[in-house]
């Protein structure tokens, strides 16, 4: 339990935690992994939206960017690569029906800014007093900004990847490192014009592609606005790993590879001078405090991290259907979209609580609870 301690510790530091969540409610809330073998869960302190199934960037460590429909993140964002949107109303509805537990609402895929009615669906949020996070490629952000403060967005989480010439390669288009630093100023201007209060996030997630570009990012992104910074490392599944998953669990809960290509590989980044960059970053931030690596491994954690991709990082178990849930765009409820495709229901046929705990639910959390984790877990946050 000690790795479960330590995760819980952390946690607020999450994109898709409430900063008020604190020890004794994550311990309540996983009262039921230890009491409850029927696999039941309280309501979720995070109910996540994939409301959309597009997005307007190419990312290249990204299965949708790659238009890849072979992988489970695909199928969990992409769908069918058809438009797909949550109807506004039913948005609405399963937020009067989750209001009264208090949940975190974290709108986060695929991208939610090219869902017209976003700042309807944030400031319904908002009159329910649920803190709502938007997390955004950030590239119509300069549109989107004063809408979304008009709302009154708690959390706004800006996935940056490296300063500008790394960050437009990685994404695809030559300016969207300045569309989302020009975006983030206006959401800081508008929401300040409104006596507001946000938190804003910028997210990095380390590749092969700018593991050698931190230092140099955050001397850049200090001044931008941002209360936050976060470094986080990439998910994924290799070949190896799905095929020892589906040895055992292929027919029920498959693996497939993610988020692995020709130009995303983690044996190319350079661990040595990867912990360099993030011993710097550290020196820089000493005063600030803006920073945070999540987690924050050694030198011999990103050896393993990055090369032994087969080895997990720590005993820690997956407990994330009973935490968070995830409704996509189709209206199907997943685990995780980072995870298999388990649709465990649809807000479209039944209330989104009596899917939380229903019979396919249980049943996931039931082998989740006696496995901890499977074994083409090894990359995803929820297991380290």
């Known amino acids: 339990m000690l790795d479960e301690f330590k995760k819980a510790l952390s946690a607020h530091e999450h994109p898709g935690i409430s900063s008020r969540i604190n020890l004794p409610v994550l311990m309540r809330q996983a009262a039921p992994i230890v009491l409850s073998p029927s696999g039941r869960a309280r309501p979720p302190l995070t109910l996540y939206w994939s409301v959309n ?15 890849n429909p072979d992988s489970n993140f695909f199928a969990n964002l992409r769908i069918d690569g058809k438009l797909h949107e949550i109807a506004i109303d039913r948005f609405r509805s399963v937020i009067d029906e989750v209001a009264p537990s208090k949940p975190m609402v974290a709108i986060t895929s695929t991208e939610p800014l090219m869902y017209k009615p976003l700042p309807e669906a944030v400031a319904h949020c908002t009159e329910r007093q649920l803190e709502t996070t938007v997390t ?25 990847d490296g300063p500008s010439e790394v960050h437009n ?45 931190l230092v140099d990012f955050y001397k850049t992104i200090r001044g931008a606005g941002a209360d936050r910074l976060n470094f986080t490392y990439m998910s994924f599944v290799t070949a190896e790993l799905a095929d020892a998953h589906n040895a055992i669990w292929g027919d029920t809960y498959r693996a497939t590879v993610n988020c692995l290509n020709a130009e995303t590989d983690p044996a190319r980044v350079v661990v040595e001078v990867l912990h360099r960059q993030i011993l710097e970053v550290k020196a820089l931030d000493a005063d600030r405090r803006m920073a945070s690596f999540l987690p924050d491994f050694s030198l011999a954690d990103l050896c393993k991290f990055f090369y032994e991709p087969n ?74």
């Open 53 to 67: 199934s597009v997005c307007n960037l190419r990312c290249k460590m990204c299965d949708v960017g790659l238009a």
């Open 169 to 213: 390669m990685i994404r695809g288009r030559k300016d969207s490192f300045e569309r989302s630093v020009d975006g983030i100023r206006r959401f800081r201007e508008a929401s300040a014009a409104r006596g507001h209060k946000p938190e804003v996030m910028v997210s990095y997630t380390i590749t092969n592609l700018n593991f050698n570009a």
């Open 311 to 384: 080895q997990f990082m720590s005993g820690t178990r997956c407990v994330v259907t009973w935490f968070v849930a995830e409704i996509i765009a189709s209206g199907e409820v997943i685990p995780y979209t980072r995870c298999y495709h388990v649709p465990l229901g649809n807000i479209n046929d039944e209330p989104f609580l009596q899917i939380w705990n229903g019979p396919k639910a249980r049943e996931w959390r039931r082998s989740l609870r006696a496995e901890k984790r499977f074994p083409a877990c090894t990359r995803c946050d929820f297991a380290y």
């Open 136 to 160: 955004t490629g950030g590239y119509t952000l300069p549109q989107r900004a004063d809408d979304l403060a008009a709302a009154g967005l708690t959390r706004l989480v800006v996935s940056i």
